[in-house]
């Protein structure tokens, strides 16, 4: 009986196994069987069902339902009830002599069941006439959709590859863009394949990447199927895929009732991904060329001898519709074994020829090759060749493999060791306590598959583009975005946060979803400036609310909101609104501007001795002698060298109205006080900066003496001496004290005490220096005697002035002083 060719076909068969009184069914695939099973449990109770598959046996005593692999299935248990499922696989190369086998020998005594496409029908006529077939259509229609770029390919989709690597690639490209995708290979473990499958039915990832394992055995809700390629590579040579294999595949789209399509993924670089229009048509039609042989080998050869056993296996068959299976690992092991001497004189008699042939039918699993695969064989069989392993030995062979670290490639190599263990342990005459060894090997096998699940979900799913994905659609207004404080979410998924008005995506994405993370927050980002901008405005009449001018940037919580620009006057700048506002509605941002304004108009309130000078610059009746030297006071900040400032040419009323500014006329500097102060100094700072000039930045406490290095200049407000700067004001002092000392001597030669200058942090070198540019020069130092309880003073220097005017009258420049006068005192 040939079965339907959709997907209720595996149904089917259940319900007319469960309709007997024992049965089995023989599937392609463990996961499969496995799938089955747990439904078959359901009806008839875990007691009463067994599932065999060459990995793992759970054998009820009872048991009168098996579900199996079809290499695993008894074929003369005398059972109501038998099926066999993708029978048509009797045309693959490695395993179709099994499902040949099968189709001929194994038979239930009331019903056997043949499941499989259409295209085996003439092998089942030729070979089974007796046979009743019936066909069942497609409900569901499969129709060509063409080539689509990977960003256009729609939700639940399977987009199918035929090696590992391009199946990431094509994984890795779908999580930067579409939040993730499952990936199903045949080099995974059936539980891992299990939980990918999980993964995309659930709904958390909307594509799915599979090699061609996903033909088979899988039954999903997939929309369109994606061909990457229409060629791979069959183990012997790179070939197109049949139109046969193609429809196998394409089928996945589409369930019952429910239409599904196909088609190819454009710019995937593969020469020959394109469907011809014989192919599609094959495809959609559902017209397959038959299949003309099946694969068959002695399914009971002689084991007499090697000898007798390799001739059987490597008889033709006698009937027209059946080829000789070609040579498959198993076979080509046996032959490499055999032809090893130590292996061959130790195998005598039928029950060791039977033993090495059960070995050498050891899955490839690790898919070494035949070569690298008959070394393990023939380890094991000098193993096995005087008894059983030891229990010791798989244990610490399991417990080697038992190791969740690692990456993708890794994990992958430890689970296809560990199933070749869990395939020996399954072998109650092969291994010492069996079933505590199986159990073993089970656990380690799914602490693998855990891992690699985790390890495949963490590279190629990204939940959080996922999550946007889903909701985006045509209209991304729909997006439930919400600010928290100042993280943004989406649906409850942090995807960045508000930093002053400036959208940051969140630094853990990956560069490439930051373009669909602004695309997601893009629509309500308008709404949440404007309730930021409400709260900024609410808060200007706060000082401690995070406002702070750095250059000519206005910052607010540490982001750029504005910054300041050439306004009416040198001391009223004008404030710019940062880019990030231009989406505020129009008397938002006049609002805004005014209240930074006013905020700024604070902040420059230290600078109000410096507006004085400047109104005081546009008076006519100052005077134009006057006018000149305060414009200069005013373009240098309130700080002017007193050296050609034009002091001299002042009339004594403008040198009052000078003072009456607040300006201090000094020995070296016109100054004022006020502005020698670290919030006036950083507001001059900021001016200049508008105009493009750089200044220094102030010192923060403005201490009296700070040290330089060779290559500084003196920070604003102070001069420099050398290796150390001193505040012009207490400049001021110090060469006051120094004109008071000479002006006490009666203009002969005086000495100065340091102590005054040393208390401030003042170097004596420093403080010589300082007096000659006060226009002092030093005699002989004339050092004190030893005080009576103690050590010798300071020395005192004795100093004669050099002609120079007083402190509040301006006679011209000082003559120079030599340069190594204060190298002598310090001989």
């Not at 583009?465 to 439930?480: E, F, H, I, Q, Y």
């Not at 006519?620 to 060298?641: F, H, K, N, S, Y």
């Not at 200049?688 to 604003?716: D, E, H, N, R």
């Amino acid at each position: 009986m040939l079965g339907p060719t959709n997907t209720g076909k595996t149904h089917l068969a259940i319900e007319r196994m469960c309709a007997h009184s024992s049965g089995a069914i023989g599937f392609p695939l463990r996961l499969l069987a496995r799938e089955v099973y747990e439904r078959v449990c359901a009806i008839k109770g875990a007691d009463k069902v067994a599932l065999i598959t060459g990995e793992e046996r759970i054998e009820p005593k009872h048991a009168r339902y098996l579900l199996c692999t079809v290499e695993a299935m008894p074929v003369s248990a005398d059972l109501a009830f038998v099926g066999i499922d993708e029978v048509q696989l009797g045309a693959d190369r490695e395993r179709g002599h099994i499902f040949t086998d099968r189709m001929l020998n194994a038979r239930g005594r009331e019903e056997t069941m043949l499941l499989g496409s259409a295209t085996i029908e003439p092998m089942v006529r030729a070979l089974l006439p007796e046979a009743e077939i019936i066909t069942r259509p497609r409900f569901s229609t499969l129709s060509h959709s063409g080539a689509k770029k990977l960003s256009r390919i729609p939700p639940r989709s399977a987009l199918v590859a035929f090696s590992a690597e391009q199946v990431y690639a094509v994984a890795e490209m779908l999580r930067r863009f579409r939040g993730g995708a499952a990936v199903v290979m045949g080099a995974l473990s059936p539980e891992t394949r299990n939980k990918q499958v999980a993964l995309y039915q659930s709904g958390e990832v909307d594509y799915l990447v599979a090699t061609d394992a996903i033909g088979m055995g899988l039954n999903l809700d997939i929309d369109h199927v994606a061909f990457a390629g229409l060629s791979k590579f069959d183990g012997q040579r790179q070939r197109r895929l049949t139109t046969a294999e193609m429809a196998q595949i394409a089928g996945r789209a589409g369930r019952h009732q429910r239409d599904g399509t196909f088609g190819t993924l454009a710019g995937s670089g593969s020469h020959d991904a394109a469907f011809t229009a014989d192919e599609i048509y094959a495809i959609e039609e559902h017209r397959f060329a038959p299949l003309t042989r099946l694969y068959w080998r002695e399914p009971e050869p002689d084991c007499s001898s090697l000898g007798s056993l390799i001739a059987d296996l490597s008889r033709p068959p006698t009937s027209r519709a059946l080829a000789l299976a070609p040579e498959a690992i198993d076979l080509a092991v046996l032959k490499r074994l055999a032809e090893e001497p130590e292996i061959a004189a130790r195998v005598r008699g039928s029950a060791q020829v039977t033993r090495l042939w059960a070995v050498c039918c050891l899955p490839d699993f690790r898919q070494y090759g035949a070569e690298n695969h008959a070394r393990f064989v023939a380890r094991l069989w000098q193993d096995l060749a005087d008894g059983t392993l030891g229990s010791d030995y798989i244990a610490r062979s399991i417990a080697e493999l038992d190791n969740p670290a690692g990456d993708i490639d890794t994990l992958q190599m430890r689970i296809a060791a560990i199933r070749s263990w869990t395939y020996i342990a399954q072998h109650p005459d092969w291994v010492l306590a069996r079933e505590e060894m199986a159990a073993r090997a089970r656990a380690a096998e799914a602490r693998l598959s855990d891992a690699l699940h985790a390890r495949l979900t963490e590279r190629f799913v990204n939940r959080r583009t996922a999550v946007l994905m889903k909701r985006l659609g045509s209209d991304a207004a729909l997006l439930p975005v919400t600010l928290d404080g100042d993280e943004v979410r989406v649906d409850g998924e942090p995807i960045g946060h508000l930093a002053g008005f400036r959208f940051r995506v969140d630094p853990q994405a990956r560069l490439a979803d930051r373009k669909l993370l602004l695309a997601a927050a893009e629509r309500h980002l308008p709404e949440l400036r404007a309730r930021r901008a409400d709260a900024l405005l609410a808060s200007l009449a706060d000082e401690a609310a995070g406002f702070e001018l750095a250059g000519t940037q206005l910052c607010w919580d540490g982001e750029m909101i504005a910054r300041l620009g050439e306004g009416r006057s040198r001391l009223v700048p004008r404030v710019m609104l940062d880019k990030t506002l231009d989406g505020l509605a129009g008397e938002q941002q006049r609002a805004l501007e005014a209240g930074l304004a006013k905020w700024l108009g604070s902040a420059f309130a230290a600078l109000e001795p410096l507006a004085r000078i400047d109104a005081a610059s546009s008076d006519p009746a100052t005077g134009p002698q006057l006018r000149a030297l305060l414009i200069r006071l005013v373009d240098a900040g309130g700080i002017l060298e007193r050296d050609g400032a034009g002091l001299d040419q002042l009339q004594p009323g403008q040198r009052k109205l000078l003072t009456r500014l607040g300006v201090r006329v000094g020995t070296l500097d016109l100054f004022v006080p006020e502005l020698l102060r670290p919030a006036a100094l950083g507001a001059w700072r900021s001016l200049k900066a508008v105009g493009g000039a750089t200044l220094p930045a102030p010192v923060p406490s403005m201490p009296p003496v700070v040290p330089l290095t060779a290559k500084a200049g003196p920070p604003p407000g102070y001069r420099s001496l050398g290796k150390q700067a001193l505040r012009i004001d207490m400049a001021e002092k110090l060469l006051r004290g120094a004109h008071e000392a000479r002006m006490a001597a009666g203009g002969k030669g005086f000495v100065l005490d340091p102590a005054r200058a040393v208390s401030t942090g003042l170097s004596t070198a420093s403080y010589a220096g300082l007096l000659r540019l006060g226009g002092f020069r030093a005699a002989v130092p004339q050092p004190l005697a030893a005080g009576r309880f103690g050590p010798p003073r300071p020395l005192l220097w004795r100093w004669q002035p050099l002609r120079r005017a007083l402190p509040d009258r301006a006679t011209g420049p000082a003559p120079a002083v030599p340069g190594n006068v204060f190298a002598e005192l310090l001989r």
